[in-house]
């Protein structure tokens, strides 16, 4: 069987990592990068001088050769370029968010089901080791009752580029709280502070509420002194706490009898099982496999809490439009 033959879109700084990850895939051929900007297109061709380069997606749509596209633009433009992917014929990886509109992220799902095409958006923790573990300790019942999932991701510095926050920091987040508790909020409650043009929300908190009961509360901020991101989630028995930032010990288990221990969890690099899952799944044509259900899911609840930062913290139905 031949390599999967992968085009970027978009030679930013994660859009070559993405670049760099699929490179070193077995059964994945780099082929393309392609990149509006003259210097960074310049660039990716430096670091993958075998790699074809190109200037406009419809060139990479165009090569009947190329089996899926990896997008990495600006959160604005991933709905655009998903589609004419799709519409391509290409499998499609994006990401995240999805889209910036759940009604955006449910018709790139809608599209890629109608094709047969696999569509993944780039929930990177979804293949941390330790969230793995997590999962499996919550199904198990280790914590007894789950009550709450806490989270916070704090960034130093200002962004690379301007936008908000929560779109940029929180889907990492609401990825977590939906994949754990194997469901979709009810209702969202946030705030935010901005500053500078409309839309640049530089902190925001979000409290979502469960149908059974069980609440996540997240919060997202640039600017901080040090860079945290850090996820509990807390049951009648026991607590566990999760470090992204810890190398080793990610995942902390705290009983009221035995205290704190590590969880031992297998040495994998998310980014790389994330990339050969996406390669895996295309090469089987296996659109099961994909995670464009769940991604559009989290598109509903950030937009849920948009409107309610937008509406002074009133609570929001989080609307399903598929």
Known sequence: MPPVAIAVVGAGPWGLTLARA???????????????????????????????????????????????????????????VGMRALVGHKH?????????????????????????????????????????????LLADEQLGEVLYFESR?????APRTPGSAWWALAPHDVSLALHLFGAVPMTVRATGGAWGSAGEDNVASAALEFRDGKTAHIHVARY?????????????????????????????????????????????????????????CVARRDIRGGNGRHAAEVAMVLEAGERSMRDEGVVQLVRATA
């Open 153 to 157: 991701r704090v960034t130093p510095g």
């Open 224 to 280: 901080g002194d040090g860079k945290q991101r850090q996820a509990m989630v807390a049951g009648t028995r026991a607590t566990l706490t999760f470090d992204e930032l810890r190398p080793e010990g990610a995942l902390r288990l705290w009983t009221p009898d035995g205290g704190t221990r590590s969880v031992a969890c297998e040495p994998v690099d998310p980014l790389l099982a994330q990339c050969r899952t996406f390669v895996a």
């Open 22 to 80: 699929f490179a070193g895939i077995e059964h994945a051929r780099l082929s393309w990068i392609c990149e509006l900007d003259a210097e960074r297109r310049r660039r990716a061709g430096q670091a993958h001088p075998d790699v074809r380069l190109a200037e406009t997606v419809d060139e990479v749509v165009a090569d009947p050769d190329v089996d899926a596209v990896v997008v990495a633009v600006d959160s604005a433009r991933h709905h655009a």
């Open 92 to 136: 499609l990886f994006v990401e995240k968010p999805l889209a910036l509109r759940a009604r955006d992220a449910d018709e790139l799902c809608a599209t890629a089901a109608a094709r047969g095409l696999v569509l993944t958006a780039g929930h990177l923790l979804l293949h941390h080791p330790a969230i793995h573990q997590a999962r499996q």
